[in-house]
C-alpha cells in the first residue's frame, strides 16, 4: 500500500491559498478545510453552539441559532482571553472532524492529503503531523490589495487581520516549499500547482 502524503497548505489573507487549495483538489488531492470545519461548528445548529451559549451566554447566538460573529469579535477584541476560551471550544471539534476527513480519504485510496490550514503557523500541533509543507507567499501590498477589492473592506481592517496572523517572514521559514503567487495569471498559477501536484504524485 503506498504512502499518504499529508501536505499542509497555508498563507496569507489574500494570498491565493484557496485558489491554489481548488487546483490541487482537481489534480486529485484530498482537501481539508480546517476553516470551513470551523465554521460548521459555530453555523446554526453546529456542535459548538451549545457549549458557546453556556459560555459567553445567550446573547451570542444569533435567532437562527449560529455563532453572532460580528458580537464576539468585538468580545474578543475588548477581551483577548475570550479568543481562547472560543478556540478551546471549536478546536477539538475541528480535531475530530478533520480526523474523520483524513480516514475516509486514506480508506478512498488518495495519494495526498492537503490540509487547507489558515493559522498553520501559529499552531502548535500541526508541523508535527504534516509530511511537508507548502507556503503561499506573495507581497503585503498586493494582499491588501486583493481582500480590499474581494471582501469590500477598509485597508486599516485588512491591516488589522494581517497584523493578528503569522508574519511573512514566520511563514517562509516554516515553509518546504513556495508557492510565489505574485503577478501570476490564473492560467500561470495553475501551471505552477500542476508542477506541485506532479511532484506529490499526482
Known sequence: MQAVIRLGLTGGIGSGKSTVAAMLSRHGAAVIDADAISRQTTAAGGAAIEAIRQTFGPEFITPDGALDRERMRERVFRAPESRRQLEHIVHPLVGLETARQTEAAVADGRRCIVF?????????????????????????????????????????????????????????RAADLVLCNDGLTLDELAMEVKQIAVRFGL
Open 116 to 172: 487547507d490550514v489558515p493559522l498553520l503557523v501559529e499552531s502548535s500541533h500541526w508541523r508535527a503531523r504534516l509530511d511537508q509543507v507548502l507556503v503561499v507567499d506573495c507581497r503585503p501590498e498586493l494582499q491588501i490589495e486583493r481582500v480590499m477589492q474581494r471582501n469590500g473592506l477598509p485597508r486599516e481592517t485588512v491591516l488589522d487581520i494581517m497584523a493578528s496572523q503569522a508574519s511573512r517572514s514566520a511563514r517562509l
